[in-house]
């Protein structure tokens, strides 16, 4: 599986976007990007995946740049609950022996009253 | 409908022990992996179950074993624990590997070896 970058901590005002970057510039074609957040002292939460398309869920958008080099997560409307680590994973799928999810250090979002 | 449940929630042994945790699936769910979290190394895959079958392991020691069964619950043992072996074990269900659903992680057996 392709390695991410991701920057270690940010921080968003309330209310405001949070805009998350990462970096996948050796991604294959049949990786998808796959993000998700740990709250502390619970397990990692799924929120979205996409695999070149822009990708919309009730969390969160997901967009892919064309040449699938970096995306962004965006949370619209960021609220203290949001406050986790976020982990940007590249995976290919449907390969039975390659499951495993990769994680990186992740990025430390602090929502700021 | 029920998430991941693992058991114990948390748990103290002493060095020498072995220990047995539990997963349960969410219902329908065929897939179970098992990771391990610690301040130092992160979140680390363990190993992947689908169908009774061990289909993906990670770089850990034969100490650290699992198994699944037929209703798709989960149990993975360590034997011989050592002070490092102190962690967050995360259990994770999945439809099937492979799917790009993702996964649902239940909240963690929080383990600690004095």
């Known amino acids: 599986d392709a390695k991410t970058t991701q920057p270690t901590s940010m921080d968003c005002a309330e209310g405001r976007a949070a805009n998350l970057p990462c970096n996948h510039s050796?991604?294959?074609?049949?990786?998808?990007v796959y993000w998700y957040r740990q709250i502390h002292s619970q397990g990692p939460q799924y929120i979205i995946h996409?695999?070149?398309n822009n990708e919309t869920n009730e969390m969160a958008s997901l967009i892919i740049t064309e040449d699938r080099k970096s995306s962004t997560l965006i949370l619209p409307h960021a609220t203290l609950r949001d406050t986790a680590v976020y982990y940007c994973?590249?995976?290919?799928?449907?390969?039975?022996?390659?499951?495993?999810?990769?994680f990186g250090t992740g990025t430390r979002l602090t929502i700021i009253p | 409908k029920a998430g991941v449940t693992q058991t114990p929630r948390y748990l103290i042994k002493t060095r020498g022990q072995q220990v047995t945790l539990s997963c349960s699936p969410i219902?329908?769910?065929?897939?179970v992996s098992w990771y391990q979290q610690t301040p130092g190394q992160g979140l680390q895959f363990l190993f992947e179950?689908?169908?009774?079958?061990?289909?993906n392991k990670g770089n850990f020691p034969g100490r650290f074993s699992g198994r699944q069964f037929s209703n798709s619950r989960s149990e993975m043992n360590v034997s011989t624990l050592e002070l490092g072996d102190s962690a967050l074990y995360l259990c994770?269900?999945?439809?099937?590997?492979?799917?790009?659903?993702?996964?649902?992680f239940g909240s963690g057996t929080r383990l600690t070896v004095v």
């Open positions: 994770a269900s999945s439809l099937q590997p492979g799917t790009h659903y993702g996964y649902t």
């Open positions: 996409g695999l070149k």
């Open positions: 219902s329908g769910h065929r897939s």
């Open positions: 050796t991604i294959s074609g049949n990786e998808y």
């Open positions: 179950y689908f169908s009774e079958t061990q289909r």
């Open positions: 994973i590249v995976r290919a799928t449907s390969n039975f022996g390659n499951e495993k999810l990769t």
